[in-house]
């Protein structure tokens, strides 16, 4: 079942148990951390299995149209399940509904690290594309690779 959270502390608890179990996505402790504290007041999108949280999806609003899909994580043994679709079905649903026209999402270059590339290869599925590239934004060993979609 997916489904939007409104609690704050029901926010924070879900996504640190998610990202907390996704260490080679989210290995930087103080990153993590941040966003844990942040997902609170963001729009919160989760994933029920069993009456267990296996994932969730955040949007945060980055300009008056655009919105990113800011983190994103599904528990490994859900990956290729089709959580993290319906997640992301159910958050572009939410942004159209809130009269956004765009979504973004940064991650890690195609072709750095085999994980990252999987995660690139999930945005482009879902009808993302290519806008830019900045080397340096996070730092010279992940360059940060920005995908875009119209939402109208």
């Not at 270059?109 to 945005?123: A, C, H, I, R, V």
């Amino acid at each position: 079942m997916i489904e939007q959270i409104f609690d704050k502390d029901e926010k924070r608890k879900i996504s640190r148990k998610v990202l907390e179990a996704l260490r080679e996505w989210f290995e930087v402790d103080e990153s993590r951390e941040q966003y844990i504290h942040e997902s609170a007041d963001w729009i919160f999108i989760a994933a029920n299995e069993n009456r267990e949280h296996v994932g969730f999806l955040c949007l945060k609003e980055t300009g008056k149209d655009t919105v990113e899909l800011a983190v994103m994580g599904v528990m490994k043994n859900y990956h290729r399940s089709g959580i993290g679709r319906q997640l992301f079905e159910k958050a572009k649903t939410i942004a159209i509904e809130s009269g956004y026209s765009f979504m973004q999402v940064k991650t890690v270059q195609m072709g750095k690290y085999p994980d990252y590339d999987k995660t690139n290869l999930f945005y482009l599925s879902c009808g993302f594309k290519e806008l830019e590239v900045f080397p340096t934004y996070w730092d010279e060993d992940n360059p940060c690779q920005i995908y875009v979609m119209a939402l109208k």
